[in-house]
Each structure stands twice: as structure tokens, then as C-alpha cells.
């Protein structure tokens, strides 16, 4: 399988958020060899989204003449795509929301209903590929902060997508904290495992993933730094 993961941290492979994203890609591994490539959002010229519409009417020809080229090419040749990044003001990273701006070449000006909405016609055939969202954050609880970037991601790729979040993921760079880090991110591999096999996670082992590590009131200690 052709895997590319589209990294949307500015700190690239440090990422709090990269620990997770390399620990799934470990179990998919366990089940047979993949192609992995990674794009750093941050180290990429993508130029905004001028909303011109240009690309949808000539054939997905951007205006830009800049590295989405090359992303989009590689997006297309790809099977399976990661978007793994840190949660941000409950949304994507800037770097990364710019790049998934750019993706509109994929799709023409022609719309068409879907279910009880409409979405635009592709002018590139992606229906191969599969999307999986990989997203931490440094809050202890995972209500009320992923909410919105799960639904953007729902309603960007409606069909065959999957997502992992997780609280706490500061701790994933504590070498204090892997008393809880390696258990998790054991549970991570799993999950790797169970989506290279069957292409799903099951809801058991995704709720055990996303949960707290430690006590909600211990971690915002541990960051207040009033831990007695």
C-alpha cells in the first residue's frame, strides 16, 4: 500500500502528534510492508487560495505555480493518506489548512446531491483512495476540543475515513511519562494492525485509545505546575 502522511506540525518529525502517527504506521507495518512517504506542510511553498475557481474550470491547472503540484500528484498516487497534526484553535495548523485549500484542482465547478447535501463533480478520479486523520491535543479531555475538526474532516471526506484523537499528547515527548506513553501507543500499534487487515478500528479499541491517560485534574496539574 502506497501511504502518505501529510504532516501539519511546524515542529515536523518532533511532533507530539508524529509519536502516535509512527506507532499506528509500526502495526500496519506488522502486517505487511507499506510505501510511506512524508510531506511537513510547513517545509512546502503552498500559496493561498485566491477562491478564482481557475482550476476547476480548466482542468485543475492552479494559477500557483508551487509545490502543490507535486502534492497533488503524489496524493493521487498514493492509497492511503495520514493527516497528522496537533489540534490548533480546534481546527488544523495554518500550513496544513492552506494545503487542504489547494486540494480544490481535484474537483470541478459541477455539483451534484449527495445524500442531503451537494458536493462538487472530481476532475480526478481519487475514489481509491482512503483517508485517515491522526490528531492530538494538550488538553486533558477529548469533549469539547475535537468536535470541530472531526466534522470538517467528515464532511471533507465523507467515504472511507477514519479518525484517532488524543488528549494529552505533550506526554508522547516526556520521557517521564512513559509509564502511560508505551502502554498507549502499544494500543496505537494494535489499531495500525487492525486497519492494515480489515481496513476498520474496531469502537472498543478506539475509545481506549482516545481516552485520557492519566486524570484529567493530575494532568492540568502536572501543567500548572502545582503537583505536590
Wanted: hydrophobic content about 35%; overall charge negative; aromatic content about 8%.
Amino acid at each position: 500500500m502506497k501511504i502518505l502522511i501529510i504532516n501539519g506540525s511546524p515542529k515536523k518529525d518532533k511532533s507530539d502528534t508524529m509519536h502516535i502517527t509512527r506507532a499506528f504506521l509500526e502495526g500496519m507495518n506488522e502486517v505487511s510492508e507499506n510505501d510511506i512517504s512524508v510531506i511537513h506542510a510547513v517545509e512546502k511553498h503552498i500559496e493561498y487560495c485566491n477562491g478564482c475557481f481557475a482550476c476547476m474550470h480548466n482542468g485543475g491547472n492552479c494559477i500557483h505555480d508551487d509545490d502543490m503540484r507535486m502534492i497533488l500528484e503524489k496524493i493521487l498516487d498514493s492509497d492511503l493518506l495520514i493527516w497528522s497534526y496537533p489540534l490548533y484553535c480546534y481546527g488544523m495548523p495554518a500550513p496544513l489548512k492552506a494545503l487542504l485549500d489547494r486540494t480544490l484542482p481535484l474537483s470541478s465547478m459541477a455539483m451534484q446531491k449527495v445524500g442531503e447535501r451537494y458536493e462538487h463533480v472530481g476532475q480526478a478520479d481519487y475514489s481509491h483512495l482512503k483517508y485517515l486523520m491522526i490528531c492530538g491535543c494538550g488538553f486533558p479531555n477529548s469533549k469539547h476540543n475535537f468536535e470541530p475538526a472531526k466534522e470538517q474532516f467528515r464532511l471533507c471526506f465523507p467515504s472511507d475515513h477514519t479518525m484517532i484523537t488524543i488528549p494529552e499528547s505533550p506526554m508522547f515527548s516526556a520521557e517521564e511519562a512513559a509509564v502511560v506513553t508505551v502502554p498507549r501507543l502499544s494500543l496505537v500499534r494494535e489499531a495500525g494492525k487492525q486497519y492494515a487487515s480489515t481496513g476498520e478500528i474496531s469502537s472498543g479499541l478506539i475509545k481506549e485509545i482516545t481516552s485520557p491517560m492519566i486524570p484529567e485534574e493530575k494532568y492540568a496539574e502536572i501543567v500548572n505546575g502545582t503537583v505536590h
